[in-house]
Structure formats: C-alpha cells, structure tokens
C-alpha cells in the first residue's frame, strides 16, 4: 500500500513565525503536490514538483514556498505565518506515467491554527 | 479554465436508501473525472475514476459513477448506503492536455440510523 505521511497532524503557530510542513511518501512516486483544504472550497493546489529540485506553482502559491530535496519528501513552508494561513493541509503523490490521469494518494492532513 | 460544481453542499440520508451525489464540470475538452472521499480525519482516498470507454464505471465500497458528456456530468451513486459511508466526497476534473486537477467544494454525506 502507499503510504503518505505527513510529520504533524496539528500545529499552533503564531503570526510571522516560519512554519516547515513536512512530507514523505514512500512509493518513489516522482510527483508531489500540496493542497490546502477549506470549508465550501474544496482543496486547492499550492505548489506541485514532478522531479527532485523541480517546483510549480498551483493555484495559490503566494505566502508559501516549497523544497523537495529528495525523491520521497516534499516540504511545504510558511515564510512569514499569517491568520489567513489558518488551514488544512494535504500532502499527495503520484507516479508520472500519464500525468494528470493518475491517481493522487494523499497524507492524513495536517490542520495549521496560526493565532 | 476547468471548474467543477457540485451542486449540494450536505446530503443527510437514512441507512439502507439509495444516494446520489451530483457534479457538473465546465471544458470543451476531453477530461478526465474522478470521485475522492474523505472519511472523517483522514486524507483522501479514490472511489473511482472515468478515463476513456464505458461510461459506466463501478469503485470501491458499490459505489458508481455515470460520464454523461452531453450534460458535462459525472454523479456518484450508490443503492444502498451504510453508516459507514458518512463522509465527505470530492469530485474533480483533469484535462487532456491540462496542468492539474480542480476539485469541487465537496458535499458532506450524513447517513442516520
């Protein structure tokens, strides 16, 4: 089974702090995204990389950047936390094969209170 | 651009009854449709997706979902839904030649005992 896990399931953190979302799948998937999760909204894209070192921006990419060093972990961060960050993110990933036809697997979330 | 609209925010239902959950999407293009769900504090998992050929695709859990191309619909479907089934279900949309996959707003299914 692929596994998605993301390092914390809840964070508390305060404006203007720098905030590392964590992320790592273990099925050497070379796509990874990171959506962001709100009521009546549905999830939307904030960055995607489909290749170590490679990034593209999503939907919302402003306040966020990302780094995917490694294959199997794609990092999300916060530079400067602001309350409208205050959020659900989900971490997903794919095989390349047939791009956007794939099936996405996604990590349990990571719910993000910035005060 | 794609956009994906489904059309009921929360579906409260008794166990044992049929259950349709419905999604529209807007492209002139061929796309690709998929149905995720969302058990409560977890991530997504896929139900079910229509690539090509039948437009008739079964998933998980007797769930199943109809391409209509001519009403730009793909509504998911179940006979006979379960207390387990009570979650949230995202529908979403890729194109053929398109940058990456928009979700609709999710409905909420409730189903009561």
């Known amino acids: 089974d692929v596994k998605v896990t993301q390092s914390s399931r809840y964070l508390v953190k305060r404006t203007g702090e720098k905030v590392f979302l964590e992320c790592v799948q273990d099925?050497?998937?070379?796509?990874m995204f990171w959506y962001r999760q709100d009521p009546g909204l549905g999830l939307r894209l904030i960055y995607f990389?489909?290749?170590?070192?490679?990034?593209e921006k999503g939907d919302i990419p402003e306040g966020y950047s990302v780094s995917r060093e490694k294959k199997e972990r794609f990092s999300l961060i916060l530079e400067s936390a602001s309350t409208n960050q205050t959020s659900m993110y989900l971490c997903?990933?794919?095989?390349?094969?047939?791009?956007?036809?794939?099936?996405?697997?996604f990590g349990p979330g990571t719910r993000l209170l910035v005060l | 651009a794609q956009s994906v609209t489904q059309l009921d925010s929360q579906v409260p239902v008794f166990e044992e009854a049929p259950v349709e959950l419905r999604c529209n999407y807007s492209s002139s293009v061929s796309v690709y449709l998929f149905w995720y769900v969302q058990y409560p504090n977890q991530g997504l998992q896929l139900l079910l997706k229509?690539?090509?050929?039948?437009?008739l695709v079964k998933g998980i859990n007797g769930f199943e979902a109809e391409f209509n191309k001519s009403q730009t619909s793909f509504h998911l479907r179940k006979p006979s839904v379960h207390i387990s089934d009570t979650a949230e279900y995202f529908c979403?949309?890729?194109?053929?030649?398109?940058?990456?996959?928009?979700f609709g707003a999710g409905t909420i299914l409730r189903v009561k005992s």
């Open positions: 990389s489909y290749d170590v070192k490679m990034k």
């Open positions: 997903a990933s794919s095989f390349l094969g047939q791009g956007w036809k794939e099936t996405q697997y």
């Open positions: 229509y690539l090509s050929g039948s437009t």
């Open positions: 099925m050497d998937h070379e796509n």
């Open positions: 979403a949309v890729s194109m053929e030649y398109g940058n990456k996959l928009v």
